[in-house]
């Protein structure tokens, strides 16, 4: 369904970023949640975003332009222990500037881990969201790596965290990099809300 992804640029702040005219998502995790895996498995493109078995390798906010209509960001992964605090604080605050900044944001994807029970960090991140009223959805990464009971486990788990705060879950979506599930089901919601996107274009 995507015909074609490019690298567009890596920019330190939310100012460098390219023009917001075309619809935008965000991926956002824990480091090592598998961001970059799944935006190269989403654009059938093993090279496209940067992979590392160290955590922290994508320190910037990279723009991938695909199908030359929607934007892909890669972002840095947040609560990332092994770089200095204020190295860590500063990505912090460029992540929410750039979260808060962003009008063409359409959704920030939320990965979570599908083998672990749900950390407080991301529960912490996902209402500071809300808090902000910023749209975002939530994608289980690795499920390759789990057992049906497990990711069972997991996912309730989660959504039960969730619940909560909130009166009505976001949409949640489970993926693996290796066997690619999950592919068009992100890719379907997508294309559903780049519609809804170009429609509102036409109208203001
Ligand atoms: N089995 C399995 N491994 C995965 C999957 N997704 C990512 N990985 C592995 O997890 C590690 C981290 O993947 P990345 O895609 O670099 O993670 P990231 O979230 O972009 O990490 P940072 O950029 O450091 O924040 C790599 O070793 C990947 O090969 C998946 O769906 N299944
Ligand atoms: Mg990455």
Not at 25 to 38: M, P, Q
Not at 133 to 140: D, E, G, T, W
Not at 143 to 159: E, G, I
Request: glycine share 4%.
């Amino acid at each position: 369904m995507i015909r074609q992804a490019e690298f567009v640029k890596s920019s330190a702040t939310p100012d460098q970023c390219p023009k917001p005219d075309k619809p935008e998502y965000a991926f956002i995790g824990r480091s090592n949640v598998g961001k970059s895996s799944l935006i190269n498995m989403l654009c059938m493109h093993g090279g496209l975003a940067k992979i590392s078995t160290t955590p922290g390798k994508t320190r910037l906010i990279n723009h991938f332009l695909i199908d030359r209509s929607w934007y892909l960001v890669d972002l840095p992964g947040y609560g990332y222990a092994k770089v200095p605090k204020s190295m860590r604080k500063d990505f912090d605050k460029t992540l929410f500037r750039y979260l808060e900044k962003r009008e063409n944001l359409c959704c920030a994807f939320v990965l979570i881990d599908a083998r672990i029970p749900p950390q407080e960090i991301d529960i912490k991140f996902i209402n500071k969201l809300g808090a902000l009223q910023i749209p975002f959805a939530v994608i289980f990464t690795k499920t390759d790596k789990t057992t049906q009971m497990q990711l069972h486990d997991n996912t309730h788990s989660f959504k039960a965290e969730m619940s909560k705060s909130w009166d009505e879950l976001p949409s949640c979506f489970f993926t693996s990099a290796i066997t690619r599930k999950g592919r068009e089901d992100i890719l379907d919601f997508v294309v559903s809300v780049n519609r809804s996107w170009s429609s509102k274009e036409t109208f203001v």
